[in-house]
Nanobody, 111 residues
């Protein structure tokens, strides 16, 4: 099965940008739904963005216009470009190609 590994998290100031990457040992060609989720301590895990096809995407209202999801099936990699970051975006972000979860990467937005 797909074993995703997230990277690209870190510390950034409000208004800054980060790009998260999710690499898989499996193939994304057979996965129709690839999603980015986030879960802050004490909160439920929520969908941030998803790529359902090569051209179709889904975004949470809280990140629309700021985040962009994309994937490169040939490289078995999905990306989440995060712009205009806010302190509210601080949390652990998880990648989920199909039904397999990654271990997460920490994003901290603070001045």
């Amino acid at each position: 099965q797909v074993q995703p590994v997230e990277s690209g998290g870190g510390l950034v100031q409000p208004g800054g940008s980060l790009r998260l990457s999710c690499a898989s040992s499996g193939s994304f060609f057979s996965i129709s739904f690839v999603g980015w989720y986030r879960q802050a301590p004490g909160k439920q895990r929520e969908l941030v963005a998803a790529s359902t096809t090569s051209t179709s995407t889904i975004y949470a209202d809280s990140v629309k216009g700021r985040f962009t999801i994309s994937r490169d099936n040939a490289k078995n990699t999905v990306y989440l470009k995060m712009n205009s970051l806010k302190t509210e975006d601080t949390t652990v972000y998880y990648c989920r190609p199909g039904a397999t979860w990654g271990l997460g990467t920490q994003v901290t937005v603070s001045s």
